[in-house]
């Protein structure tokens, strides 16, 4: 058995007691200075150091704002698209636009538009937001110039090379890039030509993707906006054929020469359809073919550019059609530029060839060599020739609204800007 006992005593019993007095300061110790280390150091004036015996001791909170999100929607119906507009088809914005262009109130709202529109202009005249200020400082360049350089180079396969006479672009991003080449150099006997046109990818100068293998040489060859895999072109014994891409460097499908033009054919553009089987061609003959490409035996519709008031056409006073001018917004109108220097608008759906050819116009001395509807305003269009550009408007038959001095380069051929609808390139 285990015997505790436990000693008790009061703590103010034993130990000293603590007295506390206020009193100065006690000298401990006084060391003085050695000057013969004084070599060591290096004397700095002033000084100012702290010293804190004690460790310091700290609590702290941070925390950083938190950011709160909120999602709202909001239904735009005013300003906004009618709901039977698809605005992934390009055609049907243009088609509400021109619905609305002839709507009786449009001119009138658009006046008073006019008004406020004048207004923020002239405050943006009257002040040069691009003032300099500071004169120490070297003026930049408002515009930056203009260059290119050369990518790629492709080149003609064959020996004499030719001329290339038509390019187009493939509708799948424009990967691929079809070339004809043909020398139109009338009644030319040129020993070992090739009649051979070439298909090239955009990133593969070296060697072309196809060769297309005809029996004569195309003069024009275009893609079909819709089957990236077909192509038609125009040869220059005035047949017309159809290439599918898939099916080797033969055409699918030929004319027949007693159905075909008696000229080279200098054109041709497929038109917008929902099957995307039709298309057009053009000759200096003097006659456009409408075909579909699952019958090339005959054309499905002729017109012969005779602007006589007769009322049988005949060949022999047709204008030779130069270039042809079709915008897929207005399916059944197109525009046809002939040697004559006369450009005829034309709407398919007149009854007989004078109705076809509603309206013509004197624009060039020579042959008209390149003809572009513009893409923003369609009733304006660009013709090429005489080293010469001019813009015309169907409204204004007289003479041209817009025209360039005669360069001393010719100017072979002209398109509107994709971009800026008010800039041409030469």
């Known amino acids: 058995m285990d015997i505790t006992f436990a000693y008790q005593k009061k703590r103010s019993e034993f130990g000293r007691q603590c007295l506390f007095s206020d009193r100065g300061p006690d000298l401990i110790d006084n060391l003085p200075s050695n000057r013969k280390l004084a070599k060591d150091w290096i004397l700095k004036d002033p000084i100012d150091r702290h010293q804190q015996c004690a460790p310091i001791q700290a609590e702290h909170y941070l925390n950083t704002m938190r950011a709160e999100y909120v999602n709202a929607a909001m239904n735009h119906v005013e300003g906004g698209w009618p709901k039977d507009v698809n605005l992934a088809d390009e055609e049907q914005p243009k088609r509400y636009r021109r619905k609305i262009e002839k709507d009786e109130g449009f001119n009138h709202t658009m006046m008073q538009l006019f008004k406020n529109m004048e207004n923020c202009i002239l405050q943006n005249n009257a002040i040069n937001i691009y003032q300099q200020y500071f004169s120490d400082v070297e003026e930049t360049p408002m515009v930056e110039k203009s260059s290119a350089r050369t990518v790629n180079v492709y080149q003609d396969q064959s020996v004499p090379t030719r001329p290339i006479t038509h390019i187009s672009w493939s509708p799948d991003n424009q990967t691929k890039l079809a070339i ?164 005829i608008n034309c709407n398919r759906k007149g009854k007989s060839a004078l109705e076809k050819m509603t309206s013509r116009y004197t624009c060039q001395f020579g042959p008209v060599l390149a003809l572009q509807r513009n893409p923003g305003f369609v009733k304006n269009f660009l013709t090429i020739g005489d080293w010469t550009a001019k813009i015309w408007s169907e409204d204004c038959r007289e003479s041209c609204i817009m025209w360039t001095s005669f360069h001393k380069a010719m100017l072979t051929h002209g398109a509107w800007s994709p971009t800026r609808y008010l800039s041409i390139h030469s």
């Open 180 to 343: 004809s080449h043909c020398n139109m150099v009338y009644q030319a006997q040129i020993p070992k030509e090739s009649p051979f046109s070439y298909i090239w990818e955009v990133e593969n100068p070296n060697r072309p993707l196809l060769t297309l293998k005809p029996q004569h040489s195309c003069v024009c060859v275009e893609y079909n906006q819709k089957d990236p895999h077909l192509l038609a072109s125009g040869h220059i014994n005035g047949l017309v054929a159809v290439w599918d891409t898939r099916k080797g460097h033969e055409p699918v499908e030929l004319s027949v020469t007693e159905t075909s033009f008696r000229d080279p054919v200098h054109d041709v553009l497929w038109i917008h359809s929902k099957t995307g089987n039709e298309f057009f061609s053009s000759s200096t003959d003097g006659q456009v073919k409408w075909w579909d490409l699952r019958k090339l035996a005959e054309p499905t519709e002729t017109l012969i550019l005779d602007h006589t008031r007769d009322e049988e056409q005949q060949l022999a006073n047709a204008l030779g059609a130069s270039v042809l001018e079709y915008e897929s917004t207005i399916p059944t109108r197109f525009m046809v530029g002939t040697e004559q220097g006369i450009v």
